[in-house]
Structures are given as C-alpha cells and as structure tokens.
C-alpha cells in the first residue's frame, strides 16, 4: 500500500471520527450571521487555527498600501465589469457570456477589495452582483449558469467550488443570512451530485479549494454532512503527494511542449495549501508539513529569486527566462494565507513577502490599467513574440494589456493586493499576531475590551516600524511579531525602553496587561546578500526585495484595432531604450563595499520606476558576447565573465518597482 493510499485512508477515518463524535444541530440563520461576525473556533471534528484571520474589513491600510488599493480600484479591478464581456455580461448576474470561473475570479479580488477600502461604491457594485447570484440559485441548490440537466451536458465543478468561496467572504464582510444559506443548499446538492458524476477536469486538480467553503459553513453550523463532502472532495481529486513523490516534478517541461494539468503552474501554487487544509481533519503531521516538501522541490527545480516557480503555463525551470503566471502569483500568496493560519510558520511569512513585494507589483503597469500574462525575471523587452520560448503559451504573453494570451488573469488578478492586506494580522487565541508587514491598522475585540493596532511604516523600503497599540480598557493579551529569518540583529525597544534582540525566523510574543497607548519600534536591519542562481549569475537582495537594473523604457500601444482596447486599457510592447547587458562586479565577502544604497520618497505609484523607494549602486560592464535570442535575452553566459568595456556605475531598483529589468546577472572577474 502506497504512503498516498494510507494518507487517504487516514483522511476518511478522521473524517468518520469528527462526524459521529461532534455532529451539532442547525443554526438559525439570525445565529449563523452573528456567529460569522466574530473570531470562530473550529467544532471539536477540526482541529482549530494556530492564526485565524480577521473579519473581512477588520484590517484597514495606511500609507503607501492604501495608494496601491486605490491605484487598483481605479483600475482595471474597479472598472471591469463596466465594459469586458466575460464580467460584464456574465451569466451569473443574468447575462449570455462566459458562465464558468471568469464571473467568480473578479468578485473574489473585488469583494476584499472594497471592504478593506471601505468603499461603499464598490461594496454596493458587489451586493448587486451578489445578489443576483442568490436570485439565480434555484430550488435544486445549484447555481444559474450549472446546467438543469447535467447528465447529459456536464459542467466542471471548478466555478463552483470558486463561487463558494466568493460568497462566504461576502457572508464574512456583511452577516447576511441569505448569503450562507445560498453556500450551505449548494453544498448539500454538492454531497449529492459527487457520487453521480466525480471530479473532472479542474475541480479534480482544485479539489481543496472546495474545503475552505465547507470548511466555513462546518465552523458555523457543525452540521456533520460537511465533513462527508470534505471526504469525497479529497477522495475524488488528484493526488498531489504521490505525484511530488516522483521524479517528474523536477522536469523541465519542453519549450514550446505538451500542456499538464499535474505540472500546471496555477493548480501548482493553489496546491500548495492543500493538505495543510486537510490536516485539520486528519492530524496528519506529514498533511500538516507537505507544502513544505512542494516548495523545496519547487525551488530546487524551477524556483526564481523572486519567491516565485517558473510555469508558462506548466513548470518550467529555473531559466530566469522562462515566464510565471499572474494567476499562480495571486494564488501562491492566497495559498501562503492559509498555510501561515494552519501551521503558524513564520517562513510562509517571509516567502509572502518576498512574493508581494516583487512578483506581485511587477507585473502590473504602474497604474494597474494593464497586466502580463507571463513575468520573467530578466524582461528586457515584453513585444509580440512569435519566435517565444514559453512552453506552452503564445507571442502575447508578456505583453501589458487587458487580455494578454487569455483572459483567466485578467479575471483573476484582483485578488493579490487585498487579500494580503486582509492577512497582515491574525488572531492568535486571545490575541493578535503580526503575519506580514505593511502599513495597516487592525482592530479587534478580547475579553471585552476594544483594540487597535497601528503600524506606521515604509517597509519594506525602511527598517524601522512604528507599532501603537490602544485600548479603551486594561486588558492582558498575547502581540505576536514575525521576526523574518534575514533580519539578523532584530531588536524591538517599548514605550522607549532599551533594545531588546529579537530572534530571526521566529514569532517574538509580547505578554503583558495593556493600558491607554502603548507604543513600540521594531527595527530589522536589512544587509545586503547575493544568491547564486542559473549558470552560475548573481542576485542582489536586501531585506524582502529584490534589486533589478532600472531601464529606459519604450512603451508602444499595439492591437488598437481589437475590441475594448481604447485607452486606458489597451495592449502595450515596452522596449528598451538603455543598455541592458551588464556583468556586475560584486565582491560577496565585502557586500558594503560593492553596493550603496540610496534612501528615496517612496512614490504615489510606490511599484514604479520613479516611485521607487530605495535604490542600489554597482559597478558594472557591458558584455558584448550577451545578447537577444529568440526575441528575448539570450540565457545567462555560465561562469565568470571577462569584459574590456569600460566600469560603469548603474542603478539598480526594487524588482516589484520595474516594467523591464535584468536582475540576474552574469558575475564579472574581479
């Protein structure tokens, strides 16, 4: 019996288990909206959260994280369904287009979005949009666009298990009972279908997404069939375990070659929370520490200095060349959400940062009016490419445009920005946990006294962050400080008192009574470092970010003849318009002497060129042997490079901050 047959058989048995001990009767609906308003814990057929999210508005941003929401809800997020067919005319809100995912993916960044914004044109687009979902959902539980008759014209469950987990966000901001009583009758219709027609297609390599609906209806109403549709989801979808047990995983897959679905780089970075979730059921240790495994294979094989695994579209090396999904950015940070609730490891912290403080922003235009397809870690031009390399998508891929390749992330990107500022805090018990850091305030309650938790900072182009902590009456309660594992020489001083050193990779807990305001500053040097990477070329890294060479760009609007390409979402190439091909001379043991960093104003458009809040001095030269192929840069020359052009100084930039860029670099002799 094989090690993932075992795993299954151990998922089915803690199922049996936590459904024939724990079954609760029913809530009210007017009990289920008030229970959805506080922190939950899990029935006792779950095993509860180390970290539990806060209620959907309960983290507010501040600074430079409320200008980049608002860029984005001035953009393409807030405006798409105001004129892109696939949203606009969806036929969940009633409509004749697309009526599988690309509906359910908008709202599912849109949603976060206005709450966390507060803004009430957006929170009432999404309540229309909601609302008539709900009114679509007819008596057999399932939703407008799944077909009446789906013997005989069978629909992909991948849209609903996605609907579901719309909703209860919706259900999670707003306390309306119809919203979860929508979830619950699909998820009954769900339990009954599963046995007629089993997961295919997507719904079978995305079957965990479906937990986290079920997961949250079960919380709020221990109703025990929950845990049988858990059972049979897990049971009919792919086995990932067994397939990272293999050796194909760590294969490149052939440029321009056959498509996957188990190497696909969206199902990858969804399925990275997949048994961290099912372990809740489980108490499986080896659930509860497989993405860890997945990461390490993924970063041995096909990892980018970014935090990010190449897939365009499928798993594709380590080749700074070949290309990452948006979608699998967004999801790969969606999943790192989940895993830092279940497992309460501070290194998905610092991976999340990593990934939204650099692949998420750049591939993004500033403005947000256009995105990539595809990133790559050295883009030294995004052009119509008909002689591209990818391994499976087409010329389009790096364009900045609205429906560069297909339009999956067009629909699916939204979600990146809100959903991280939603998880910058978490509960933890009776108090509060820092996960990741960026200018915010969370407010919640614990044993009966309000707080407020203000982080004043620039990270993650400063070191130093401001913490203030107010409430309306003494109260004792846990703070719990993410120390990232670079931050060497950590130190947190309160209320002015000496420094105290924080040890990196590690949760700091502050214990104490709390009275009025307490005020606290954390202070994370970030030292320099290099990473060798592909062929042996160099990354400069500091703190969370990444450093890239900062290029004159060119930015030409192309396919102005295509439909919904008027400004300002139309399709841009970007060239160059700066010399790109750079050997750097660094030497690793004396970084300070190699490198200077330079303080800047941090922008209105913070991930941008001119917004850029820190800058990089190095020394460098041209290598005339390193040039374009195939429409891009040519790979990486391995080894240490010789040059007889003459030493120049160059600037390099956070990663997440550039449009074109190389950011790894052939390694010159000294």
Not at 81 to 110: H, I, M, N, T
Not at 357 to 380: E, K
Request: proline letters at 6%.
């Amino acid at each position: 019996m094989n090690v993932s047959t075992i795993k299954r058989r151990e998922f089915l048995a803690g199922l049996a288990a936590g459904a024939a001990a724990f079954a609760l009767p029913s809530l009210s609906a007017a009990e289920a909206a008030s229970n959805a308003s506080r922190a939950r814990r899990s029935p006792s057929g779950m095993t509860d959260l180390v970290f539990r999210p806060l209620a959907l508005g309960s983290v507010t941003p501040k600074g430079w994280l409320t200008r980049q929401l608002r860029i984005q809800a001035d953009g393409l997020t807030g405006h798409l369904d105001e004129f892109w067919p696939d949203v606009a005319q969806s036929q969940w809100f009633g409509g004749k287009a697309e009526g599988w995912e690309r509906a359910p993916y908008w709202l599912d960044g849109v949603i976060p979005l206005a709450w966390i914004l507060d803004d009430k044109t957006l929170q009432a687009k999404c309540k229309g949009y909601v609302d008539k979902i709900i009114a679509g959902q007819r008596a057999d539980g399932w939703y407008a666009p799944y077909p009446v008759d789906a013997a005989t014209r069978q629909y992909d469950l991948w849209a609903i298990l996605l609907v579901n987990k719309v909703l209860i966000q919706y259900h999670e901001a707003t306390g309306e009972a119809p919203v979860l009583d929508t979830v619950v009758r699909n998820l009954k219709a769900m339990l009954q279908i599963l046995d007629q027609t089993p997961l295919f297609g997507w719904g079978k390599f995305r079957w965990f997404e479906g937990l986290i609906s079920v997961y949250y209806a079960y919380e709020i109403t221990g109703e025990a069939w929950l845990l049988d549709l858990a059972g049979k989801l897990h049971t009919q979808g792919f086995d990932y375990m067994d397939f990272y047990a293999g050796q194909d995983v760590t294969q490149p897959t052939p440029r321009r070659g056959m498509w996957r679905w188990d190497k696909h780089v969206v199902n990858t970075g969804m399925a990275l929370k997949a048994y961290a979730l099912s372990s809740r059921i489980t108490r499986s240790k080896h659930d509860l520490g497989f993405a860890t495994k997945m990461f390490e294979l993924l970063d041995r094989y096909h990892g980018q200095v970014t935090g990010m695994f190449t897939g365009d579209e499928c798993l594709s090396g380590t080749n700074p060349v070949q290309g990452t999904e948006l979608c699998a950015v967004v999801e790969t940070m969606y999943s790192l959400e989940h895993l830092m609730a279940v497992t309460g490891d501070a290194a998905y912290g610092d991976r999340l940062e990593r990934i939204a403080f650099n692949a998420l922003p750049a591939t993004f235009a500033p403005d947000m009016w256009s995105h990539q397809y595809d990133q790559q870690v050295n883009q030294v031009q995004c052009t119509i490419n008909p002689d591209h390399m990818w391994s499976s998508n087409g010329p389009e891929s790096n364009l900045y445009g609205l429906e560069p390749n297909y339009g999956c992330c067009t629909s699916n990107m939204h979600q990146g920005w809100p959903k991280f500022a939603s998880h910058l805090w978490m509960r933890a018990g009776e108090g509060l946990a820092a996960v990741a850091y960026a200018p915010s305030t969370a407010r919640f309650e614990t044993r009966g006294a309000s707080v407020q938790v203000a982080l004043d900072t620039d990270y993650p182009f400063r070191d130093t962050l401001r913490l203030t902590v107010t409430v309306d009456k003494p109260v004792r309660f846990p703070l719990l400080l993410r120390v990232p594992a670079w931050a060497e020489g950590a130190t947190i001083s309160i209320q002015g008192d000496s420094q105290k050193r924080l040890k990196p990779g590690t949760f700091h807990r502050i214990q104490r009574q709390w009275k009025g305001t307490v005020t606290a500053e954390l202070r994370f040097p970030m030292k320099p470092k290099t990473s060798h990477r592909y062929n042996g070329a160099v990354a400069l890294e500091r703190g969370p970010l990444v450093y890239s060479l900062k290029m004159g760009e060119d930015w030409t609007r192309v396919n102005a003849d295509k439909p919904h390409r008027e400004l300002p979402h139309g399709d841009f190439e970007v060239r160059p318009t700066s010399p790109w091909n750079y050997g750097l001379v660094l030497d690793d043991k004396d970084l300070d002497a190699s490198v200077t960093f330079e303080t800047l104003p941090v922008g209105e458009p913070p991930f941008s060129p001119d917004g850029a809040g820190m800058a990089a001095k190095v020394q460098g030269r041209r290598l005339s042997r390193w040039g374009m192929a195939h429409g891009w840069a040519a790979e990486v020359p391995p080894g240490v490079q010789e040059s007889g052009e003459p030493l120049e100084s160059l600037t390099l930039i956070p990663y997440g901050c550039t449009n074109i860029r190389v950011t790894e670099f052939p390694r010159l002799k000294r």
